[in-house]
């Protein structure tokens, strides 16, 4: 995690940079390129809007399925922690995924709500590959 507490995060000759959207920017002005020099305003436009929903709706969607709902299943495959340790930071780490997922908004949607949120994410592949 980068010290705003924020994924995905670089270090770049010891400057942290956070955000996608900073990344990028940060990466164009010290290569000195543009990524979407080709893009037309209304293809700009779509590609803003769409990177927008995926970074604020299928990261904290997939957080939720995989760390919420699916946490028995991701604490004995993946974590593996041993057993003292799984006693206090398995809980730790599904409270603190509570958290984000309460603080950024969608840990106040019904499942019924994140399913939609999720399928509407489907859609914007299907946009994307046309």
Known sequence: ???KGKCPWIELNGKVI???HFIILHLEKHF???LDVCLTPEQQASKTAISRML???LYFSLLHFRWIENFPLIRKYVLKFPFFLDLFLSPMLKS???K???LQGLGRFTRKELC???EEVNFLFIFSNN
Request: proline content about 5%; hydrophobic content about 25%; overall charge negative.
């Open 1 to 3: 995690m980068s010290p």
């Open 18 to 20: 956070s955000d996608s």
């Open 32 to 34: 000195n390129q543009t």
């Open 55 to 57: 970074e604020d709706h």
């Open 96 to 98: 603190n995924a509570k």
């Open 100 to 102: 984000r997922l309460y």
């Open 116 to 118: 939609f949120v999720t």
